[in-house]
C-alpha cells in the first residue's frame, strides 16, 4: 500500500499523486495544504487571488506563494505566461522533491490562453509530480467549465470532492 502524507477527514493524501479537488470555493484545497505544512511538507500555492483572502499560512517559511496577475510585482506570474509558471514549479519541485503544490486559479489560467495550451501545461507538472513523489492538488469549479474539459482534467486525477 503507498504511503499517506496526510489523513484528513475522508480523504487520503499520497505521495507522487495529481489530486483534482472540485469545490465552488478552494477552502478544502487550503485546509489540506495547511494540514501538510503543519506536518513539515514544504509547499508551493500558485493563486489568482492572493491567499491572505482565503487562508492564513501557518508556516511561512515552509510555503511559497506565487500570484497569477498581470500588474507587476513581488512572486507574481502573468496568467499568459504559462512556461514561465511551468519553469517555477519545476524549479520549486527539483528543490522540494518530497512537497505540495497547490494550482489555485484554473478557470483564469484558462481564459487568458486556451484549454488546450492549459491542459499541456498541466500534464507537464502531473509528469513531474508523478515521478517525484510530490502531492499535486488542483482547485477547480466544475461549474464554470464545460463538462468535457472538466472530464479531460479527471482522467488522469483522483477526484477529491468538497461535502
Not at 489560467?109 to 500534464?123: E, G, H, P, S, V
Request: charged share 25%.
Amino acid at each position: 500500500m503507498a504511503e499517506v502524507f496526510l489523513e484528513y477527514g475522508e480523504y487520503r493524501i499520497r505521495p507522487g499523486r495529481f489530486y483534482l479537488v472540485e469545490e465552488p470555493k478552494p477552502l478544502l484545497s487550503y485546509q489540506l495544504v495547511d494540514e501538510l505544512l503543519l506536518r513539515g511538507i514544504p509547499a508551493l500555492v500558485v493563486a489568482r487571488n492572493p491567499p491572505r483572502q482565503v487562508w492564513e499560512i501557518p508556516h511561512p517559511a515552509a510555503c511559497k506563494v506565487l500570484r497569477l496577475t498581470k500588474q507587476p510585482g513581488e512572486n507574481v506570474i502573468d496568467p499568459k505566461a504559462l512556461g514561465i509558471l511551468a519553469h517555477q514549479v519545476t524549479l520549486f519541485l527539483q528543490q522540494e522533491t518530497r512537497s505540495v503544490v497547490l494550482l489555485d486559479g484554473v478557470e483564469y489560467l484558462i481564459t487568458q490562453n486556451d484549454f488546450d495550451a492549459f491542459m499541456k501545461f498541466l500534464n507537464n507538472i502531473v509528469d513531474i509530480v508523478l515521478d517525484q513523489g510530490t502531492v499535486f492538488l488542483v482547485a477547480i469549479d466544475p461549474r464554470a467549465l464545460a463538462p468535457q474539459q472538466v472530464a479531460l482534467m479527471e482522467r488522469d486525477a483522483e477526484v477529491l470532492r468538497s461535502s
